[in-house]
């Protein structure tokens, strides 16, 4: 039986629900970002107290197909901003329609329904929270960042930056980056 899970984002993530799961008595064979496989079935009264367990952890169980979607959305976006050293130069609409085997209009449409946003807003929330992580770790000029997270320019990651935050990386950077989100609150 595969488990569907909501806001599921790392590998810590991945550990809890692992951990939840066994004391709840389950036999796992597998857990991933987004889904947990267990062996054999639950009972109903056994699911909703496993929902509840979940929820207390800051995790959904998800039952239904649409937010099923729109959590597969959420996860191919995060990969796509934190899975790779260098961001892929593909546009959004044509990785998540390749990725997800959609439509790129119902996913479009699905999400802004669901979230209140466009993708591309949520996006590049993804993109700043990660730029945002990257200058509190000091390790790379502005410019590489740039570079990495596929922005035209470091003159554009800074009007797109300020534009979300408020603030210039540099004044985020002088901060402390205490005004950082978990990648499930973006």
Known sequence: MVLRIKNMVCDRCVMVV???????????AAVQLGEAEIEGE?????????????EALGFELLEDRRARMIEQVKRAVIGLVRESE???????????????RVDYRQISALFSETEGR????????QK?????????????PLGEIAFRLGY???????????????????????TG????RPLDAV
Do not use: N, W
């Not at 639950?42 to 979940?54: G, T, Y």
């Not at 260098?86 to 997800?100: A, F, G, H, T």
């Not at 930056?161 to 408020?166: A, D, E, M």
């Open 42 to 54: 639950l009972s109903s009264e056994c699911k909703e107290e496993l929902a509840r367990r979940l």
């Open 118 to 125: 466009t993708v591309e807003k949520y996006f590049i929330a």
């Open 177 to 180: 980056g205490a005004r950082r």
């Open 152 to 174: 035209s320019s470091v003159a554009h990651l800074c009007a797109q930056f300020k534009q979300v935050t408020g603030l210039t990386p540099g004044c985020f950077k002088q």
């Open 18 to 28: 692992r951990a939840e799961l066994e004391r709840a008595g389950c036999r796992v």
């Open 128 to 140: 700043i929270e990660r730029v945002k992580e990257l200058l509190v770790y000091d390790e790379l």
């Open 86 to 100: 260098v961001m892929p130069d593909v546009r959004l609409s044509d990785y998540l329609q390749e990725r997800l």
